[in-house]
Every structure is written in C-alpha cells, then in structure tokens.
C-alpha cells in the first residue's frame, strides 16, 4: 500500500534555498552561506594563533555553512604583509588544525585560500598606513621589506618596488610550493581549497594584460597569460584528494572596459572546469586604475552579474560576494539563478551571527535551530517572552 501524506507533509513548505545544502564532490554543505576570505594581518611569522582560532569560530557559532581563511602565502615572499598568515612550513599546520576542528565541532566546512602576493607584497598592515615597507618600518616595529616577484620587472604603481621578473625555473619552484602548500591543507582537515587569483596579487598579475607585459610563453595572448595560473591550478587539483572542491576567486573584471574582461573570466572558467575545478568565487579589481576606469562598489550587490554571467556560460557553479548584506537579497540571487553560493565578508565582521539570524527571519518556526543550543535555546524563549508581551500590548 502506497503512503498517504499527512496534512502536515503536504503543508510543509520546502526549506529557502539559502538554507538548503550544498553538495559538491563529497562535501555537504548544511546552508549556502559562505564567509569570504579576509586578511587580518595578524599573524606572527606565518603562524596562526588564539585569534585566529576565536575570529574564524565565531562564524561557526553564528551559522554558516563555509568559512573560509585569509589568503594563506605558500612562500614566505608570498606574504602581502609581515602580519600575514602562511602555509610553507609543515610547523604551521598544527595551530590550523585547531581551527579546523573548532568549526567542524560546530557544523561548519572549513576552507583555506591559498594565495601569493606577488607585485603587492612587502607592504605595511593597512592601519600603519599601506604601500611599502620602509627603513622607518624597521626601525618601529623590526619589519623589513623583502624581495617581491612578478610576471613583469615593472612596480604596482608609482613608488612601489620593482620586482623581480620570474623566470621559468622561479615558475617551477613556485608550481612546487602551490603543491606542497596544497598537502598542508589537506593535513590541516580543511575541506576546500581556494586558489586566489584576484585583486592584482600573483596569478591575477599573470592573467590582466595591465600588468602582464612578458614575450615569452606565459605573455601576449590570453592563452598564453592564462597558462601559469591554469598550471597552477592543475597541480592543486591533481594534489588536492579528489573528494573534496577546489574553487578559484577571480577578479571577474579589472575595471570599466579595461585589461581583463568578463568574456575573458568565461574563458577562464571553462579552462579551470575541465581541470576539475569546482566553482568560481567571483570577485572584480585589484589594479591600479584611474578613477574613471574603477568598478563603482557602493551598490549592493554589484558583482552579482558577474557571477550570473559565469555561472551561464561557463556552466560552473559560482560564488557572489560583494555588499550582499540583506537576506532577503541573497535568497533572491540564489532564486534568479545567478549563483550557487552567497559570500560574505564585512558583513560578516559587523554581524557574526547573520546566517543565524536569516535563519530566523527566512524560517520562522524553524530557525532557531541554526543556533548552537545554548544561544538558542535561552533566545527562542527571549523572541516568544517578547512577542507575547507585544501581543498583551495591542489587545489592551
């Protein structure tokens, strides 16, 4: 005999899509909430610590489904400050693990971006003013600049160090250190790996044809400019255990019809498809441009297009990120079509508990369950003591 519904099956609605899993490879994630990766420039020699550990758990305890590290250097020349966070020595791995299983205990994916800062390394923590490291650097606070590296022998812009052009054999080294970093990862439990190529830092500078200026294989065509970032990426994919994703970030634009173009985005991301990669966190800038050239980023939501375009035509699954601050906002994206995943990252800063929190709003009856038992079970009680007294108020 065939099973009859009960009314209340029949009258429970499906869950919002912000709150319905995830799957990829073998990786179940419990919502579509994402916490972007953020630079803290708080490490200590590479070395994650305490803050690390209390800054990432917190998302954790405030709901979302994947948190995700800072760009993590896989060279100590890798660093874009001497605060930044690092992944080139095997020493590095134990106090990331504690992170690891902190979110884990609590229902989280945990993910780790891996990054080098090429052309933009070797500046000072943005509160000690930005640009490069000096001699007076030295001097306050013992931190020294250090060699910086580029597809081109040319400066990020006026003032800034020139670097060293890479060579092939620099190339080599560093396909070895992404690979190597990538085996860290996966000691470390993290279940996502994310290459950074974005925001002019390395492999975005191979890609932008406005820092890329070199004659060899690796320059002129956008083929040959996507080679290194594509080999880079192969060999995380062939390192990274195949049950787990691998996304890309990507600056999906440079800026208004300049350097890297979202028809080269699309490209891009078909290469890294067939490579294996399994979404593409799509972000936009990162050059030096004049004004007139720049994204405007004072619109909620703008990079949203940019991900829906991707995501269309590249037939990847995609991340938005950038001003996606309501939720009723990144339902909507999620509901268009435009993208797979909603990240957050200021937002998150100002609000730790938001994927709770939209629990609550999306799922009335239901959300407080996204909450860690001892915050919701005291906060269920406090929202119906409120409520009911509400309500005592209007039938007075």
């Given at each position: 005999?065939?099973?009859?519904?009960?009314?209340?099956?029949?009258?429970?609605?499906?869950?919002?899509?912000?709150?319905?899993?995830?799957?990829?490879?073998?990786?179940?994630?419990?919502?579509?909430?994402?916490?972007?990766?953020?630079?803290?420039?708080?490490?200590?020699?590479?070395?994650?610590?305490?803050?690390?550990?209390?800054?990432?758990?917190?998302?954790?305890?405030?709901?979302?489904?994947?948190?995700?590290?800072?760009?993590?250097?896989?060279?100590?020349?890798?660093?874009?400050?001497?605060?930044?966070?690092?992944?080139?020595?095997?020493?590095?791995?134990?106090?990331?693990?504690?992170?690891?299983?902190?979110?884990?205990?609590?229902?989280?994916?945990?993910?780790?971006?891996?990054?080098?800062?090429?052309?933009?390394?070797?500046?000072?923590?943005?509160?000690?003013?930005?640009?490069?490291?000096?001699?007076?650097?030295?001097?306050?606070?013992?931190?020294?600049?250090?060699?910086?590296?580029?597809?081109?022998?040319?400066?990020?812009?006026?003032?800034?160090?020139?670097?060293?052009?890479?060579?092939?054999?620099?190339?080599?080294?560093?396909?070895?250190?992404?690979?190597?970093?990538?085996?860290?990862?996966?000691?470390?439990?993290?279940?996502?790996?994310?290459?950074?190529?974005?925001?002019?830092?390395?492999?975005?500078?191979?890609?932008?044809?406005?820092?890329?200026?070199?004659?060899?294989?690796?320059?002129?065509?956008?083929?040959?400019?996507?080679?290194?970032?594509?080999?880079?990426?192969?060999?995380?994919?062939?390192?990274?255990?195949?049950d787990k994703p691998m996304f890309v970030r990507i600056s999906s634009v440079?800026?208004?019809?300049?350097?890297?173009?979202?028809?080269?985005?699309?490209?891009?991301?078909?290469?890294?498809?067939?490579l294996g990669v399994d979404a593409i966190d799509c972000s936009s800038g990162?050059?030096?441009?004049?004004?007139?050239?720049?994204?405007?980023?004072?619109?909620?939501?703008?990079?949203?297009?940019?991900?829906?375009?991707?995501?269309?035509?590249?037939?990847?699954?995609?991340?938005?990120?950038?001003?996606?601050?309501?939720?009723?906002?990144?339902?909507?994206?999620?509901?268009?079509?435009?993208?797979?995943?909603i990240a957050l990252a200021r937002e998150a800063l100002f609000n730790p508990?938001?994927?709770?929190?939209?629990?609550?709003?999306?799922?009335?009856?239901?959300?407080?369950?996204?909450?860690?038992?001892?915050?919701?079970?005291?906060?269920?009680?406090?929202?119906?003591?409120?409520?009911?007294?509400?309500?005592?108020?209007?039938?007075?």
């Amino acid at each position: 005999m065939a099973n009859v519904p009960t009314p209340a099956a029949e009258n429970k609605a499906p869950p919002p899509l912000l709150f319905t899993p995830f799957c990829s490879r073998g990786l179940t994630l419990k919502n579509r909430i994402m916490v972007s990766a953020m630079a803290m420039y708080s490490s200590s020699g590479g070395f994650t610590d305490d803050f690390h550990l209390v800054h990432l758990g917190r998302f954790a305890l405030g709901g979302a489904g994947l948190i995700m590290t800072e760009a993590t250097a896989v060279t100590e020349d890798g660093r874009i400050t001497p605060g930044c966070a690092g992944i080139w020595l095997d020493a590095q791995v134990h106090n990331l693990r504690r992170i690891t299983a902190f979110l884990h205990k609590f229902g989280a994916a945990a993910g780790m971006q891996l990054g080098h800062s090429g052309w933009k390394g070797a500046t000072r923590r943005p509160w000690h003013g930005g640009g490069p490291l000096t001699v007076e650097d030295r001097k306050q606070r013992d931190e020294a600049p250090w060699e910086i590296k580029s597809p081109s022998a040319e400066p990020f812009t006026t003032g800034w160090a020139t670097p060293h052009e890479l060579t092939q054999c620099d190339l080599n080294h560093l396909i070895d250190a992404f690979r190597r970093s990538a085996c860290r990862v996966n000691d470390a439990e993290f279940d996502v790996i994310e290459l950074h190529c974005a925001h002019g830092y390395l492999l975005h500078s191979f890609l932008s044809p406005l820092a890329n200026h070199r004659t060899d294989e690796y320059g002129g065509s956008l083929e040959n400019r996507m080679r290194f970032p594509l080999s880079v990426a192969q060999v995380i994919r062939q390192t990274w255990p195949t049950d787990k994703p691998m996304f890309v970030r990507i600056s999906s634009v440079d800026g208004i019809d300049v350097g890297w173009r979202i028809e080269d985005s699309v490209i891009f991301a078909k290469e890294l498809r067939k490579l294996g990669v399994d979404a593409i966190d799509c972000s936009s800038g990162g050059m030096n441009l004049p004004r007139s050239k720049q994204l405007v980023s004072r619109t909620p939501g703008f990079q949203i297009p940019f991900a829906a375009r991707i995501r269309r035509e590249a037939e990847i699954p995609t991340i938005a990120v950038g001003l996606i601050r309501d939720v009723r906002q990144a339902q909507a994206v999620l509901e268009n079509g435009d993208a797979d995943l909603i990240a957050l990252a200021r937002e998150a800063l100002f609000n730790p508990n938001w994927a709770a929190q939209a629990a609550v709003e999306l799922m009335p009856e239901s959300g407080w369950n996204s909450w860690p038992e001892p915050f919701g079970w005291w906060l269920e009680r406090r929202a119906r003591s409120s409520a009911s007294s509400r309500q005592g108020v209007r039938d007075v």
